[in-house]
Nanobody, 126 residues
Framework: QVQLVESGGGLVQAGGSLRLSCTASGLTFSTYTVGWFRQAPGKEREFVGTLTRSGATIYRADSVKGRFTISRDNAKNTVYLQMNSLEPEDTAVFYC???????????????????WGQGTQVTVSS
């Protein structure tokens, strides 16, 4: 049984940092593409970034690139989302998700990911 568990969310002031973790059981992250998505109240879930099997990273082009970094610790089977210079507009529930190479669709769409975590709340105060 596959399970993804996010942690590390919380309340932070604007300009601060948080590091989210996504730990997997039942699958090996190094053989999957792992994406991060977020969903703000009343908005659609949106792509934040993704880390491919080979270690390449692709980020949302607008507001997060340069502030967010995705990395992976194979020994811990954990993927991280380091978020710096947080803004109130970053307030959302953040989700990690995993997809295999055989899954169709674009890495930037939520429907292309087979496995999901339960989400962790990030709140940025002004």
């Amino acid at each position: 049984q596959v399970q993804l568990v996010e942690s590390g969310g919380g309340l932070v002031q604007a300009g601060g940092s948080l590091r989210l973790s996504c730990t997997a059981s039942g699958l090996t992250f190094s053989t999957y593409t792992v994406g991060w998505f977020r969903q703000a109240p009343g908005k659609e879930r949106e792509f934040v970034g993704t880390l491919t099997r080979s270690g390449a990273t692709i980020y949302r082009a607008d507001s997060v690139k340069g502030r967010f970094t995705i990395s992976r610790d194979n020994a811990k089977n954990t993927v991280y989302l380091q978020m710096n210079s947080l803004e109130p507009e970053d307030t959302a529930v953040f989700y990690c998700a995993a997809r295999s190479e055989s899954d169709g669709g674009s890495y930037s769409t939520q429907y292309a990911y087979r496995y999901w975590g339960q989400g962790t709340q990030v709140t940025v105060s002004s």
